[in-house]
């Protein structure tokens, strides 16, 4: 695959994270049940979403998350031009990987219900580190010595 096509892809994929994201981050705010994330006693957004762990210093976790692929988007976009921006969109999505899977583990182990949002987020950004790390090794090989 080409760099061009990786980072089309990583901006496709920050889009649809972004949008996970903010229905996430509406969810948070929205006082009644939303009926698209309520698939019983094991997965339930709004539980999760109004949880007492949905929010770091009174900031929403999804606001974070919104923030996150806002910037992976932007990053993508100036590592076309810039490859310095490889290796920090690199890192952002490494820090947002260890960031959902911190909050997996709070869903499978404190509160022990599922966000199908939170999830989607979850592969989304998974995918996004591995197609970051793929960006950023594709380019050092390319650069002479």
């Known amino acids: 695959?080409?760099?061009?096509?990786?980072?089309i892809l990583i901006c496709l994929l920050a889009v649809v994270g972004l949008v996970l994201s903010t229905m996430s981050l509406v969810a948070h705010y929205k006082k009644s049940p939303t009926e698209y994330c309520d698939l019983?006693?094991?997965?339930?957004?709004?539980?999760?979403?109004?949880?007492?762990?949905?929010?770091?210093?009174?900031?929403?976790?999804?606001?974070?998350?919104?923030?996150?692929?806002?910037?992976?988007f932007v990053m993508s976009w100036m590592a076309a031009r810039r490859p310095q921006a490889a290796v920090f969109m690199l890192l952002a999505a490494l820090?947002?990987?260890?960031?959902?899977?911190?909050?997996?583990?709070?869903?499978?182990y404190k509160l022990e219900v599922w966000c199908v949002l939170c999830l989607g987020s979850l592969v989304v950004i998974s995918l996004i580190t591995i197609l970051s790390a793929a960006r950023v090794i594709t380019a050092r090989r390319s650069v002479p010595v």
């Not at 695959?1 to 980072?7: E, F, G, K, V």
């Not at 957004?45 to 976790?61: G, T």
């Not at 820090?95 to 499978?108: D, H, P, Q, V």
């Open 95 to 108: 820090c947002g990987l260890a960031f959902a899977i911190r909050l997996t583990y709070i869903e499978a």
């Open 1 to 7: 695959m080409s760099r061009s096509w990786l980072l």
């Open 40 to 72: 019983g006693d094991n997965f339930n957004c709004d539980i999760v979403n109004r949880s007492p762990w949905s929010e770091i210093a009174h900031v929403p976790v999804a606001g974070i998350g919104v923030a996150g692929y806002v910037f992976l």
